[in-house]
T-cell receptor, first 108, second 114 residues
């Protein structure tokens, strides 16, 4: 079976750092994605982790521990435009299983 | 380079009607898939395809059919629409394999069944 958990909502202040956690239990694992989705729009790719460790891309970083079934997305220097839903997704065989998403609200 | 194109963007159907949601990609991706997104449920896989002529069911396939006659196109057919199929539908594609540059999503189709 597939089970992916992430917090439903988080709030943070502009300029701060926020960490969104994701835990997973899946029958197959090829990698873990993080997507950003603004209201009414399609998901857009943020990061992809296959091996354990930290991947850094500008203000965004993603960490993976395969042995613990755990990942996090770290957003630095938060901006108002970062208010969105963040989706954790595990890749199986050519498809994705998503968590329910974390709604992040950035306030001034 | 258009990426993944979905049509229509919005659709209202009456219960029992049938329709086809179109999805086309111009990136020569082998893998294509359909997801539905409902409030509080996240994105759930309906059907997917790993190449022309090959399709398989996902988590929530009932009431939907797919076919993949070409690499570019992956239409989703609603056989007899029901209010429970009111949702936002996303098509996605990826090259897969070791050169994984992520899944590209279409802009979505917002379907309401009344």
């Amino acid at each position: 079976g597939q089970n992916i958990d992430q917090p439903t909502e988080m709030t943070a202040t502009e300029g701060a750092i926020v960490q969104i956690n994701c835990t997973y239990q899946t029958s197959g694992f090829n990698g873990l994605f993080w997507y950003q989705q603004h209201a009414g729009e399609a998901p857009t790719f943020l990061s992809y982790n296959v091996l354990d460790g930290l991947e850094e891309k500008g203000r965004f970083s993603s960490f993976l521990s395969r042995s613990k079934g755990y990942s996090y997305l770290l957003l630095k220097e938060l901006q108002m435009k970062d208010s969105a839903s963040y989706l954790c997704a595990v890749e199986g065989y050519s498809t994705l299983t998503f968590g329910k998403g974390t709604m992040l609200l950035v306030s001034p | 380079n258009a990426g993944v194109t979905q049509t229509p963007k919005f659709q209202v159907l009456k219960t029992g009607q049938s329709m086809t949601l179109q999805c086309a990609q111009d990136m020569n991706h082998e893998y294509m898939s359909w997801y539905r997104q409902d409030p509080g449920m996240g994105l759930r896989l309906i059907h997917y395809s790993v190449g022309a002529g090959i399709t398989d069911q996902g988590e929530v396939p009932n009431g939907y059919n797919v076919s993949r006659s070409t690499t570019e196109d992956f239409p989703l057919r609603l056989l007899s629409a029901a209010p429970s199929q009111t949702s936002v539908y996303f098509c996605a594609s990826t090259q897969g394999g070791e050169l994984n540059y992520g899944y590209t999503f279409g802009s979505g189709t917002r379907l309401t069944v009344v």
